[in-house]
């Protein structure tokens, strides 16, 4: 039985929280609503961390490590070995076409994990939002496990290498998800 698309929303979206810099703001976001008990307690785990040794363990696996980053949380880096490549500037480009621009890579796990949440919510009202999920969501999904291992790996924490495997979960949902859309309304295939 595959979730609703509610549920997979707010699990990217805590997906999001859960790969993105943990600051101040950050640790005042509430866990989405919707969430399950797992994604709840798994945020509320890690907020329970120091916040100096988790964001130490934030930028050494993510930001910046000599001689190399662990865990370059970028899909462009795992599809074609470079920050900033062309399915960077694709996804960006579909974005756009909902009015957003982000400050941080448009392909950066957190970022596409909360848009992917956003079109999640609103992809049964028409076929070309159903199309630009499931374009997100194949996205995501050919780069994901890549970084997923990596984290395992390098975590030294262990609470990253928790949202690495609630990850996995979340991107598959989110796979079957999309494709929920493309059959639920036979007038969007």
């Known amino acids: 039985m595959r979730a609703n698309p509610s549920t997979i929303a707010a699990d990217l979206r805590c997906l999001s929280l859960l790969f993105s ?29 120091d916040s100096i040794v988790l964001q130490s363990e934030y930028v050494r696996l993510y930001i910046n490590a000599m001689p190399t980053l662990p865990c370059p949380p970028y899909g462009s880096v795992h599809l074609e070995g470079s920050v900033m490549g062309r399915t960077t500037v694709e996804v960006a480009a579909c974005y756009r076409k909902y009015g957003l621009v982000c400050e941080e890579a448009a392909d950066h796990i957190a970022v596409e994990c909360e848009f992917l949440a956003l079109l999640h919510r609103c992809a049964d009202r028409d076929a070309e939002t159903a199309a630009d999920c499931r374009l997100l969501a194949d996205h995501l999904q050919s780069w994901a496990d890549t970084f997923f291992d990596l984290v395992d790996r390098h975590d030294t924490l262990g609470i990253y290498r928790e949202a690495a495997a609630f990850g996995r979960s979340v991107v598959a949902a989110a796979g079957g998800g999309a494709d929920r859309f493309e059959t639920a309304d036979p007038s969007l295939q």
């Not at 600051?23 to 866990?31: K, S, T, V």
């Not at 399950?36 to 890690?46: K, P």
């Open 21 to 49: 810099y943990p600051d101040a703001g950050w640790a005042l976001q509430p866990a989405p609503a919707a969430s399950g008990v797992r994604a709840a307690a798994l945020l509320a785990r890690m907020r329970a961390v």
